[in-house]
């Protein structure tokens, strides 16, 4: 698969054809005496969300406003154009696309919804495309996650064709974030792909197929990009990218940086008052970023590393090149450096050959590294990947039963995690008001545990914040008086730090 840099001439036909959509919704807008909607509903992880930022930037230059979502609604709800960026990791993640296809059906023939494009992971899969072809007609785009910087251009054609579009490209495009448009999600909160794809090839995972070649972006771009992030008012940054320790970017000179390179330059912006990165693979996570982990008071003291097993045997058939000795000392060099610092994981449970003893083992590992948190996973045969065609696929039963252990295990590291913090005044960073309760609102700490506060109201008094104000992005030192298995809860404890 070739890798191929856009530049300023190759976006221009993108950026023609968005004007020409603007024409077109104008048009339509005027017609029906009221703005065209739009609703993007993202599956997946933070690289999606990243991408669907992308696109609602140029769904919104096309004229188009987002649709209402009324609280506690399921998302699904119909708008003129319906954007599913998909993604295919575990096989519930597609069922889940095609169950919420249907749901669609009625409202296209009704002419509630009068436009349907599917892109994002699962496309890159062909009996995923195939079975739109077949069974889902009304579907008016398909396209693969490469391809999102013509998604103008590939809508423009798909409206003037009137029939269905599906555009598939084998191609593992570099598009510089500056070509595109970007509505962010969080008003404090930028997403910041450093890099694209992944050469690894797990056994089980099918991201070097849908997403490619790792490709990392131009040093200079992305150091542009933090700045005027920075001035923009952007507190917080996360680095993206599958495995964001192998980055290996070029700068203008020509000079090859790294990882830890984007970091120093990242936290040396005092505006921001969190980095983050995600996520990063145990056999290329270097020293020198664990201690300007250490060093650097805005660099979020946690660490996501995944773990997937503890047993040798079974990481060398997932092709996860290193050990599990190898992982601790990792754990154990982050604990040192980053004191008080979160190390959260990713397991799967079930992976085939898996007995008794491995899965032991990895509880074992578990206790051994003591996780803040983890997600787990059970294991997901995919069609393509060379763990599909294992023939020692464990029964369903038994990875259920696993997977409980596993998780009740985990709870319990987790309490003590949060229990740790009770009676500490800690920095959190706000993200709003709590979905449950408008008097409570949520954020993270450095060590990004989740903490649901009260907020004193003599000091919101004092800060001139108005009545019912989310608080987005506001630094306040909160006390932590009370533990849960997933969060903390606490009290503003001092004025907004800013
Ligand atoms: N690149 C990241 C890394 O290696 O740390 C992981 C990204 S992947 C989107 C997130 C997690 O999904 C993986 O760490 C793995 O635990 C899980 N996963 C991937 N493929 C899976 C499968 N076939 N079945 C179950 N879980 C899977
Ligand atoms: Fe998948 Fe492995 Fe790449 Fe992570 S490193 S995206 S688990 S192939
Ligand atoms: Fe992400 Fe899912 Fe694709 S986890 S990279 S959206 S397969």
Known sequence: MAIHTIDDKEIESSVRAASELKGYFASRSSELGRKITYNLITYGCQLNESDSEKLAGMLESFGLVPVEIPAGSDHLIPADVIVMNTC???????????????????????????????????????????????SYPYVDLVFD???????????LASVAVKHQKIDIDNIDYLVEDKYLPIKRERRFR????????????????????????ERSRNFDSVRDELNALADAGYREVMLLGQNVNSYKGIDNEG?????????????????????????????????????????????????????????????????RPYDLKSFLDIADSFRKKVPGGSLTTDIIVGFPGETEEDFELTLEAVRKAAFDAAFTFEFSARPGTPAYDYEDQIPKEIVSERFARLLELQNDLAFKSNSALVGKTMEVLTEGISKGDD????????????????????????????????????????????????????????????
């Open 255 to 319: 000079n090859t940086k790294g990882f830890a390179d984007v970091l120093d330059a990242a936290s040396s912006i005092k505006a921001f008052s969190r980095v983050r990165f995600m996520s990063s693979h145990p056999k290329d996570l270097s020293e020198e970023v664990l201690s300007l982990m250490g060093e650097r008071d805005n660099i979020e003291k946690h660490l996501h590393l995944a773990l997937q097993s503890g047993s040798d045997r079974l990481l060398r058939k997932m092709n």
């Open 190 to 213: 930028a997403l910041l792909p450093i890099m694209y794809g992944c050469n690894n090839f797990c056994s089980y995972c099918v991201v070097p197929y849908t997403r490619g070649r």
């Open 439 to 498: 008097k409570i609102y949520s954020g993270r700490t450095i060590t990004n545990h989740l903490v649901n506060f009260r907020a004193d109201p003599e000091f919101i008094k004092k800060a001139g914040i108005a009545d019912g104000d989310d608080l987005e992005g506001a630094l306040i030192p909160v006390k932590i008086e009370r533990a849960r298995p997933y969060s903390v809860d606490g009290i503003m404890a001092g004025d907004i730090i800013r």
């Open 88 to 134: 295919a990791i575990r096989e519930n993640a597609e069922d889940r696309l095609f169950g919420n296809l249907g749901v669609y059906k009625k409202f296209k023939k009704d002419k509630t919804v009068s436009f349907i494009a599917v892109c994002g992971c699962m496309m890159k899969i062909s009996k995923n495309v195939d079975k739109i072809r077949s």
């Open 145 to 155: 996650p490469q391809q999102l910087h013509r998604f103008p251009e590939l809508m």
